[in-house]
Antibody, heavy 113, light 108 residues
């Protein structure tokens, strides 16, 4: 069974940093592109970033480019999202997604003073 | 960036009725890489349809997807009580991947 478990969310002040993790199991992690998608409270879905199988190709939404960094450790079956210079509008549940098929349950990031 | 517009914003129907949800793209969706998701309150989205018309594993056959190019449709042939939630379309053929704003199916 595919499992994606996010962690690392929490309350952070504007301008602060957080690092999200996504522990993957039940499949060969290194065979899949992985994504981060977020959902602000009461709003729709927004694609944030993606990474290819070996971590050599990284893509970001314009609104997070230069502030967020996606990475992966295939030996640890873990996906990461380093988020710097956080803004109030980054407040959302962040989901780890395998291809388009499987989603984690999400981790809530709240940016507020 | 491809903009996806879903319509209607809210669909009011009764159990047993047929639901037709639309997703229109501002540009051609490459290789018809169009997915539909269902999201229940407090839960992560669940994949229903990929490649515009292929049902994901475990999805009941009352859900079907159709369309190509810029116009796509999700059809729920007979609404069950658990189907009255929110649905999103997503294109994953071009970067950045984008989502529609969602359609809420509510009980009439």
């Amino acid at each position: 069974e595919v499992q994606l478990v996010e962690s690392g969310g929490g309350l952070v002040q504007p301008g602060g940093s957080l690092r999200l993790s996504c522990a993957a199991s039940g499949f060969t992690f290194s065979n899949y592109w992985m994504h981060w998608v977020r959902q602000a409270p009461g709003k729709g879905l927004f694609w944030v970033s993606r990474i290819n199988r070996d971590g050599s190709t990284l893509t970001y939404a314009d609104s997070v480019q230069g502030r967020f960094t996606i990475s992966r450790d295939n030996a640890k079956n873990t996906l990461y999202l380093q988020m710097n210079s956080l803004r109030a509008e980054d407040t959302a549940v962040y989901y780890c997604v395998r291809d388009v098929t499987d989603w984690g349950q999400g981790t809530l990031v709240t940016v507020s003073s | 960036e491809i903009v996806l517009t879903q319509s209607p914003g809210t669909l009011s129907l009764s159990p047993g009725e047929r639901a037709t949800l639309s997703c229109r793209a501002s540009q051609t969706v490459s290789s018809n890489y169009l997915a539909w998701y269902q999201q229940k309150p407090g839960q992560a989205p669940r994949l229903l349809i990929f490649g515009a018309s292929s049902r994901a594993i475990g999805i009941p056959d009352r859900f079907s997807g159709s369309g190509s190019g810029t116009d796509f449709t999700l059809t729920i042939s007979r609404l069950e009580p658990e189907d009255f939630v929110v649905y999103y379309c997503q294109q994953y053929g071009s970067s950045p991947q984008t989502f529609g704003q969602g359609t809420k199916v509510e009980i009439k």
